[in-house]
């Protein structure tokens, strides 16, 4: 493939930088619950397609937005004064030939179905107001029994980007956010999943701001308040030790003054129910972290259709080539993989595909270069099997 260009990339590698910033925002903030919603709804879709006609038809809920509400949350357990309001926007295939589709019942369930599975006292039936607002495709048969053979077209001249492997920060960031809300959550039932990391690393040491909101029908006072940030403390400075041997420091709701009581407590586990607005793609890239000293796309990956939506795909795709380039060929310290399309192109025949190495020291790009092209040649050739994970949900767009 002759559009595939690999060079030496003269770079300080990241851990060898005096600063490192990273941040990921979790499950429950605004930004990552607007992400989360918008996937849900693209992927229920994709299944309604698939089921009546065999392939996906042309959609994309990537416009979703979040509209605080107000709550009035206090020690013991508070209530929600105004729901949270929900745009759907995007634009869904609701006719095909005479057979109308009742996607704007489809993407509803999946967005209220979401909340549910990710929140665990967020009701979407009483603390949300959803309006569906997708705007009206169609498509006719003869256009569905061309797209079951032909290899698609992008939807637009974009890139994606991707990069291997993570540093000690950005692991231990993505995995402090994870953690809590796989783990420690489940312990203690006041930790809500509005939960915000951000890491900074200067030099050898890391230090952890880490935003929890508290749910308050579980913290009858400040001394309670406090005991469990001291949890969340001492459960981050352990599991550090699973990602780097750096020194870590951790704070937890920084913005606290107990000489006004004025904590972070709210009633449903996020802020978006007292003021907090969210966005798809305003927060995390597609590997889960928001990452200021790498190269990082604008796009929103979460909501975007993922038959030839190039934002999505191939912003998916280029983290998993530059891991599995960083896995199976050695000499590679770091790797990063830009994949530009071009309208109207078959997505597996991109403008230019790009990979960037710093080698390990006694390693050439010359010795890296065949197996490191080897890769990219199958990936991009299979780029079309990437659809069927997606819609499984096997792979993370945030």
Do not use: W
Request: proline content about 4%; aromatic content about 6%.
């Amino acid at each position: 493939m002759p559009n595939i260009v690999v060079e030496e990339l003269i770079h300080t590698p990241t851990e060898e930088q005096k600063v490192e910033l990273v941040e990921r925002k979790g499950i429950g903030h605004p930004d990552s619950l607007a992400d989360g919603i918008a996937e849900s709804m693209s992927r229920e879709l994709c299944k309604e397609y698939l089921k009546r006609f065999g392939v996906v038809m042309h959609h994309n809920t990537d416009e979703t937005q979040i509209i605080a509400g107000k709550s009035s949350p206090r020690f013991g357990g508070g209530e929600v004064i105004e729901p949270i309001y929900i745009i759907l926007v995007g634009r869904a295939t609701k006719k095909v030939g005479n057979e109308a589709i009742p996607t704007d019942k489809v993407a509803l369930n999946a967005a209220k179905k979401y909340v549910k599975s990710a929140m665990r006292y967020l009701d979407p039936e009483l603390d949300v107001v959803f309006d569906v607002r997708l705007g009206e495709g169609s498509a006719d048969l003869q256009d569905v029994f061309k797209r079951k053979k032909e290899i698609p077209l992008a939807n637009d001249t974009s890139f994606g980007i991707g990069f291997a492997p993570l540093s000690e920060t950005e692991k231990l960031v993505l995995n402090a956010e994870r953690r809590i809300y796989e783990e420690l959550r489940k312990k203690v039932p006041a930790i809500g999943e509005d939960i915000k990391v951000m890491g900074l690393r200067e030099k050898d040491k890391i230090k952890l701001t880490v935003a929890v909101a508290m749910i308050d029908q579980f913290v009858n006072n400040l001394s309670e308040y406090d005991a469990v940030k001291s949890e969340i403390t001492a459960f981050l400075k352990e599991i550090s030790a699973d990602y780097t041997s750096r020194e870590v420091e951790v704070f937890v709701n920084t913005a606290d003054d107990y000489s006004t009581n004025s904590v972070y407590l709210t009633v449903t586990g996020t802020s978006a129910e007292n003021g907090d607005d969210g966005n798809v793609g305003r927060g995390n890239r597609c590997n889960g972290l928001i990452t200021p000293g790498r190269p990082m796309s604008m796009e929103a990956t979460s909501g975007k259709n993922p038959i030839n939506h190039v934002g999505k795909l191939y912003n998916l795709l280029s983290n998993m080539i530059a891991n599995r380039c960083y896995e199976e060929v050695e000499g590679i310290r770091e790797v990063y993989v830009r994949i530009l399309s071009q309208i109207g192109k078959p997505i597996n025949d991109p403008k230019v595909l790009s990979i960037q190495i710093i080698p390990q020291k006694g390693y050439t790009i010359e010795k890296l270069d065949r197996r490191v092209r080897e890769i990219a040649e199958e990936m991009i050739g299979n780029i079309t099997k990437l659809t069927d994970k997606i819609v499984k949900g096997e792979i993370k767009t945030f």
